[in-house]
């Protein structure tokens, strides 16, 4: 059984920094993509950035482009989100997500089929 679990969200001012971790289990995820999304209150939930486990070919929204990096730890089945220079509109839920629908980076979040608790981000102003 798949399992997604993260970690590491808060609270920080404008401008700070935050790293959310995903540890994955249950299975071999070198056939997976792995992505982060984010869900504020009121809007749909979008992929900010995704990876491609066995390849590392990564994905970003252009709205983190340049201030987000996703990485993985193959040793520990995790996958990072590195978020620098928050903005109070980064404030949302965030979910890992894995997806085993794909060959290729998917961002619609319909074409994942294993998702994580969540882990609130919250910036302010």
């Known amino acids: 059984q798949v399992q997604l679990v993260e970690s590491g969200g808060g609270s920080v001012q404008a401008g700070g920094s935050l790293r959310l971790s995903c540890a994955a289990s249950?299975?071999?995820?070198?056939?997976?993509?792995m992505g982060w999304f984010r869900q504020a209150p009121g809007k749909e939930r979008e992929c900010v950035a995704a990876?491609?486990?066995?390849?590392?070919?990564?994905y970003y929204a252009d709205s983190v482009k340049g201030r987000f990096t996703i990485s993985r730890d193959n040793a520990k089945n995790t996958v990072y989100l590195q978020m620098n220079n928050l903005k109070p509109e980064d404030t949302a839920v965030y979910y890992c997500?894995?997806?085993?629908?794909?060959?290729?980076?998917?961002?619609?979040?319909?074409?994942?089929?294993?998702w994580g608790q969540g882990t609130q981000v919250t910036v302010s102003s």
């Open positions: 997500a894995a997806t085993n629908r794909a060959i290729a980076i998917v961002t619609p979040p319909k074409l994942y089929n294993y």
């Open positions: 249950g299975r071999t995820f070198s056939s997976y993509v």
């Open positions: 990876i491609r486990w066995s390849s590392g070919t990564t």
